[in-house]
Nanobody, 125 residues
Framework: EVQLQASGGGLVQIGESLRLSCTAS????????IGWFRQAPGKEREGVSC????????YTQDSVKGRFSISSDNAKNMVYLQMNSLKSEDTAVYYC??????????????????WGQGTLVTVSS
């Protein structure tokens, strides 16, 4: 059974940091791109960052570049999203998802095959 488990969300203040974790199971980790998406209240889901555990390539959305970084631990089938200098506009439910690696670092949400349940990040002043 394919599972993606996102964790690490919480309530933080502006400027603080959080690290989200995504644990994957039930599929060959190296054959997929693992991505982080977020959905703020009243807004559409958007891509944040993704990584190919197979070759280490990654993509990060411009709005978070320099503050967020993505990494993977292939031995543990885990992907992390380190979020620094958090802003109020980063408040959202964060989801991890998996995409077949043959599709590349694709930002089309409809192509992503597997989704986790989401973890809430709230950034307050």
């Amino acid at each position: 059974e394919v599972q993606l488990q996102a964790s690490g969300g919480g309530l933080v203040q502006i400027g603080e940091s959080l690290r989200l974790s995504c644990t994957a199971s039930g599929f060959t980790f190296d054959n997929y791109i693992i991505g982080w998406f977020r959905q703020a209240p009243g807004k559409e889901r958007e891509g944040v960052s993704c990584i190919s555990p197979g070759d280490g390539s990654s993509y990060t959305q411009d709005s978070v570049k320099g503050r967020f970084s993505i990494s993977s631990d292939n031995a543990k089938n885990m992907v992390y999203l380190q979020m620094n200098s958090l802003k109020s506009e980063d408040t959202a439910v964060y989801y991890c998802a998996a995409l077949p690696a043959v599709l590349g670092l694709n930002q089309r949400i409809d192509l992503w095959q597997y989704w986790g349940q989401g973890t809430l990040v709230t950034v307050s002043s």
